[in-house]
């Protein structure tokens, strides 16, 4: 069965601190992958995805993912964390241009000063 | 450029009332349409997808019901709420490039 698994649900970083967020995915064909973020009371707003090609993924905000395969991984990184970044993350993967996409159940980002 | 709206963005119900979402998008034909329940700190739940005018598919079974009666619009409802029914609804929509793009969410109290 799909699935996808955030493991941390709250993380709190310091910032200017470096972010990494966990995301480990079951799905039987090549997947897409997505991270999300979402700000309090908003919709989901889509920092970047995987289709294929590269590995290593760069989205907005300075976000980048490395998608590696050998360990069913998807993980989100930053270098430097704003305190603007504060907000739930969500991973979630989907066939591409079918109808089923699967969300994990989120991170919540805490970042202080 | 596409766009998706969805209202309205804040209702306070009684248990028992009727509901009624909506959910437009502009720009994109014949797109798969999703509606997404959000419980408070809680992951998204898929309600309802349509890949089509009249075609739904419901994921999860309840009181609530979608329907498409435009190729862009996409209708939650529910003839009596419960106070489960409370929480974040979000509305998507996804084309060729493969991406989920959400609307901005609206949010039910149930009281």
């Known amino acids: 069965a799909q699935s996808v698994t955030q493991p941390d649900i709250h993380i709190t970083v310091s910032e200017g601190a470096s972010l990494e967020l966990r995301c480990n995915y079951s799905?039987?064909?090549?997947?897409?992958l997505f991270w999300y973020v979402q700000s309090p009371g908003q919709g989901l707003q889509l920092l970047l995805k995987?289709?294929?090609?590269?590995?290593l993924v760069q989205g907005i905000k300075g976000f980048e993912a490395e998608f590696k395969r050998s360990q069913s991984s998807f993980n989100l990184r930053k270098p430097s964390v704003h305190w603007s970044d504060a907000a739930e993350y969500f991973c979630?993967?989907?066939?591409?241009?079918?109808?089923?996409?699967?969300f994990g159940t989120g991170t919540s980002l805490t970042v202080i000063p | 450029s596409q766009t998706i709206h969805q209202w309205p963005a804040t209702l306070v119900q009684p248990v028992g009332s009727p509901l009624s979402l909506e959910c437009t998008v502009e720009?994109?034909?014949?797109?798969?349409l999703y509606w997404y329940r959000q419980a408070a700190g809680r992951g998204l739940q898929l309600l309802f997808y349509?890949?089509?005018?009249?075609?739904i598919s419901s994921e999860v079974p309840q009181n609530l019901s979608a329907s498409r009666p435009q190729d862009r619009q996409f209708i939650l409802s529910s003839k009596k709420l419960l106070l489960s029914d409370s929480g974040f609804y979000l509305c998507a929509w996804s084309g060729n490039t493969g991406e989920l793009f959400f609307g901005e969410g609206s949010r039910l109290t149930v009281l």
């Open positions: 349509s890949v089509g005018i009249g075609q």
């Open positions: 720009g994109t034909s014949n797109p798969n």
């Open positions: 799905y039987g064909a090549t997947p897409y």
């Open positions: 995987y289709f294929s090609g590269d590995t």
């Open positions: 979630a993967v989907g066939a591409g241009t079918g109808n089923q996409f699967y």
